[in-house]
């Protein structure tokens, strides 16, 4: 868990509310979950709008 009490979502939107860069936030959670960065860049690349673009 990312913080006490929060889940996932919770953190993910706090970050969002604090950025425009949705990607960013994503990465954030999924480095504090332990996520591989190289993992996660590919699946927040994959799920991003417009799939297969560089961020």
């Given at each position: ?5 929060r ?6 939107a ?42």
């Open positions: 868990m990312p913080a006490a009490g889940d996932e979502e919770e953190v993910f706090e970050l969002a509310t604090h950025t425009s860069d949705w990607g960013a936030s994503a990465l954030a959670v999924c480095l504090a979950l332990e996520v591989p960065r190289t993992d996660a860049e590919t699946r927040i690349r994959e799920a991003r709008p417009g799939a297969g673009r560089s961020w």
